[in-house]
């Protein structure tokens, strides 16, 4: 915390409000020097709860790259998920911790049901980070996902739709048979009657069928296993649960 604290500086507070971070207790340091301690202090999972526990702002960022994930249990999964109080701290866990734990997936179907904002964002960003880290994921897993994504996409708070349309954007960018089917369903979000269904549809089929992306998908083989459309809200499938792990490269960002 001392280490912290040395590290703050003014205008890293001044940050917070700019990026729309509301943090109760922060030093205000920047998430480079949070990341360059982070690799001073090692893995210890010990540590990470203790960082967790002083409910300061940057000590939450930190132990998302101390935790050891395989040592993470469901209890504290749910416990961290469910004291989220800012879009900062939910996406540096689901993105440098969380979809490293071999739980994640049973935590995306559970948080999408839920309805506080950072829960259900958590589900989302959650989501959006396994599609950008795990090779190993099924597409099956991910026509899941757009199950989900379809169900929940009339929510029309900030923090939740914004990671909607991350995990949609995600998925679809994986490989061409994800594409194909998340621009399915971006096209019939965008015919919606729904306000925030439309939004969510337009603005992901833009960015899915857009030259950018096309040829980044022109790269990638295609893949072997032709998922399902999944054509009805709510639909099911039995994906496998990632076990691999993966170094995840961390970068800060506004909020998706």
Not at 17 to 26: P, Q
Not at 28 to 54: F, P, Y
């Amino acid at each position: 915390m001392a280490a912290l604290e040395a590290l703050s500086t003014k205008r890293d507070r001044e940050n917070l409000a700019r990026f729309g971070i509301t943090a109760k207790s922060a030093f205000g340091v920047s998430m480079a020097n949070i990341q360059k301690l982070s690799k001073q202090l090692g893995r210890d999972h010990e540590l990470a709860c203790a960082l967790w526990d002083t409910e300061r702002y940057e000590a939450r960022l930190l132990m998302a790259y101390v935790a050891e994930p395989e040592r993470v249990t469901s209890a504290q999964l749910e416990r961290w998920c469910k004291g989220f109080d800012n879009w900062a701290v939910c996406d540096t866990l689901c993105f440098c911790l969380f979809d490293r734990v071999p739980l994640a997936w049973d935590k995306i179907r559970k948080w999408s049901e839920q309805r506080p904002e950072f829960v259900k964002r958590a589900a989302f960003a959650l989501l959006a980070s396994i599609a950008g880290h795990d090779k190993h994921a099924t597409d099956a897993s991910f026509i899941e996902g757009l199950a989900l994504i379809e169900r929940e996409a009339k929510d029309e708070r900030n923090f939740v739709k914004k990671a909607v349309s991350w995990a949609l954007r995600r998925i679809g960018r994986r490989n061409r048979a994800l594409n194909r089917a998340a621009v399915e369903l971006s096209a019939r979000l965008a015919a919606s009657s729904d306000a925030t269904e439309r939004w969510l549809g337009r603005s992901a089929h833009k960015e899915l069928t857009s030259a950018l992306v096309e040829r980044a998908l022109s790269k990638q083989p295609e893949s072997t296993r032709a998922p399902k459309a999944a054509t009805k809200r709510g639909a099911q499938s039995t994906p496998k649960k990632k076990t691999a792990k993966r170094a995840v490269s961390a970068r800060t960002r506004g909020p998706k």
